[in-house]
């Protein structure tokens, strides 16, 4: 297991497999890289099969347990039941997707290997769907839910980005998975710096509030400091969190302890490793991704992290963030 010099182990990966979408999410940071979408069809810049199954081939070499496949939309991706059947054995699969291709798919990805699925769903209502995702799919997306559910997937979450579009939506979507087995809710902070609209950013802790007035029960995940909250039911008798009811908050904005405590590096599409959702001045290529090339780009990655908020970010006497120069410094001179 690599560790960083902030004693943070990496035990998972995040893979981008494409940066085409067949949506065009108002609040998309593309992982944190910008609106870089190209077109629909299939990019000679993207990682092949065999590039990514290599990266994973390396990663498991180093002890990491966990790989979640994400985009732009992954599932554009015709060659993703292959990657996910050619993952090493000791790694949990998770994918992040917008659900449109999981209808005749689903129960393919499963007998590769799949495990876990996150479905974007930012509203209820198609017209309210529309307007933030710039896409006509939203029952396609609810087939997609269905099949998930249908293919053993079970609980699907629902990834919901909160901010000024969407906050008025978070009671339904929250009475929606409490009144519907087998789904959960995650509430995802809006991350200004990473879209350029700080005017459409709000105060996650109003719906902590909100949600801890309605809640039967409260788990308080240290490690990341995130809360769950079980709306309209329980926490199953085991402990697991396999109950419909269940919204967790992902607020990583300004949050110098869910930054400790990552233990996640990221992979560009087109093969660089990036050890921070936040920044871009840190990603080192993978070169022609040979396996030796893969370790060592992966080990200088992880040497390199940085918790961006409390060393990358810090506050300053007024209590505002500003950049810590001397990290600027050190990646202007390499």
Not at 24 to 36: M, R, S
Request: aromatic share 8%; hydrophobic share 35%.
């Amino acid at each position: 297991m690599l560790t960083d010099e902030f004693g943070r182990e990496v035990t998972g990966v995040r893979v981008s497999l494409t940066d085409r979408c067949n949506f065009d999410c108002v609040y998309c940071h593309n992982e944190g890289l910008g609106d870089t979408r190209g077109p629909m069809d299939p990019q000679d810049d993207e990682m092949s099969t065999d590039d990514v199954v290599r990266f994973l081939e390396v990663a498991a070499e180093f002890g990491v347990d966990a790989v979640k496949f994400t985009g732009g939309e992954p599932m554009l991706r015709q060659d993703l039941a292959e990657i996910i059947e050619r993952t090493p054995d000791r790694m949990e699969i998770s994918l992040t997707t917008n659900g449109t291709f999981l209808p005749g798919r689903a129960e393919e990805l499963v007998d590769a290997g799949l495990e876990r699925v996150n479905v974007s769903q930012d509203a209820l209502d198609p017209a309210d769907f529309a307007a933030v995702t710039k896409s006509g799919a939203y029952e396609k997306v609810l087939e997609g839910v269905e099949a998930a559910l249908d293919a053993g997937l079970d609980p699907v979450k629902l990834n919901m980005v909160v901010f000024e579009h969407t906050a008025g939506y978070v009671p339904e979507m929250v009475d929606h998975v409490a009144d519907n087995d087998g789904l959960q809710l995650q509430l995802i902070e809006y991350m200004p710096e990473l879209t350029g609209k700080p005017e459409w950013n709000i105060d996650i802790q109003r719906v902590h509030d909100w949600l801890a007035e309605r809640a039967t029960e409260i788990e308080h995940r240290e490690m990341h400091d995130r809360k769950r909250y079980w709306v309209g039911g329980s926490k199953a008798h085991d402990g697991s969190s396999n109950s419909s009811g269940m919204v967790e908050i992902v607020d990583p904005v300004e949050n110098p302890t869910f930054c400790a405590n990552c233990h996640r590096v990221r992979v560009t599409h087109e093969g660089y490793l990036k050890g921070c959702l936040n920044r871009n001045d840190d990603l080192k290529s993978m070169g022609e991704m040979t396996k030796p090339e893969i370790r060592e780009a992966f080990r200088d990655t992880v040497a390199d992290r940085v918790p961006y908020y409390g060393e990358y970010m810090v506050q300053n006497d007024d209590g505002q963030w500003e950049i810590n120069e001397k990290y600027i410094e050190e990646y202007a001179g390499a």
